[in-house]
């Protein structure tokens, strides 16, 4: 079965304290990766796609890479303005298997 | 730049009832799609459709109707609301080519007694 697990649930972090977000998947015929920023009471937004193992892409502060069993988001210096539930999903075919996301806090 | 717009954003139901979330895209993309999402389930596909005329069903399509029409509005229909439908509903679409990036509508809070 599909599946796309990541860790941790929570996280809180201090300004400036550069942590790992985690996303492990099992996903058939794998075509991309995505990664999504989602605030409270809003829709998921766009972050980044990387399409094969190996592959990095960096946006302000953030920096998504991706081997063949997992992918990471790396915060740099966070802000407090990074605060918020970060989305990682497979692209199989047709639809996109989410995982439950990470939840960042950063504190000023 | 309207992208995705999803209506109403919040409605409340009683049991029984029936009701239609409404989800247009003014992007001209083929792939349209309805997720809801809880707390501790992630997003989860309920039904998708890849052009007018063409549906299908995602992960958990039981209580739900869709229908396309036309390319631009997607419209997800409760039949007979449960208390187990009470989620917050996201529209999304996409280009169908590329495994292009999917965008999502501000989301449907519903709450079902």
């Known amino acids: 079965e599909d599946q796309v697990t990541q860790s941790p649930e929570a996280l809180r972090l201090q300004e400036g304290e550069s942590s790992s977000l985690n996303c492990s998947y099992t996903?058939?015929?794998?075509?991309?990766l995505f990664w999504y920023r989602q605030d409270p009471g809003k829709g998921p937004e766009f972050l980044f796609t990387?399409?094969?193992a190996g592959e990095e892409k960096e946006k302000e502060r953030l920096k998504a890479t991706l081997t063949k069993k997992e992918s990471f988001l790396h915060i740099t210096a966070p802000k407090p303005e990074d605060s918020a539930t970060y989305l990682c999903?497979?692209?199989?075919?047709?639809?996109?298997?989410f995982g439950t996301g990470t939840r960042l806090q950063v504190f000023p | 730049n309207a992208g995705v717009t999803q209506t109403p954003k919040f409605q409340v139901l009683k049991t029984g009832q029936s009701m239609t979330l409404q989800c247009a895209q003014d992007?001209?993309?083929?792939?349209m799609s309805w997720y809801r999402q809880d707390p501790g389930m992630g997003l989860r596909l309920i039904h998708y459709?890849?052009?007018?005329?063409?549906?299908d069903q995602g992960e958990v399509p039981n209580g739900y109707n869709v229908s396309r029409s036309t390319t631009e509005d997607f419209p997800l229909r409760l039949l007979s609301a449960a208390p187990s439908q009470t989620s917050v509903y996201f529209c999304?679409?996409?280009?169908?080519?590329?495994?292009?990036?999917?965008?999502f509508g501000a989301g449907t809070r519903l709450s079902v007694l």
């Open positions: 999903a497979g692209y199989n075919t047709d639809k996109l298997i």
């Open positions: 992007m001209n993309h083929e792939y």
């Open positions: 996903v058939s015929g794998l075509r991309g």
């Open positions: 990387l399409y094969s």
């Open positions: 459709s890849v052009g007018a005329g063409i549906t």
């Open positions: 999304a679409s996409r280009r169908t080519t590329g495994g292009g990036i999917q965008y």
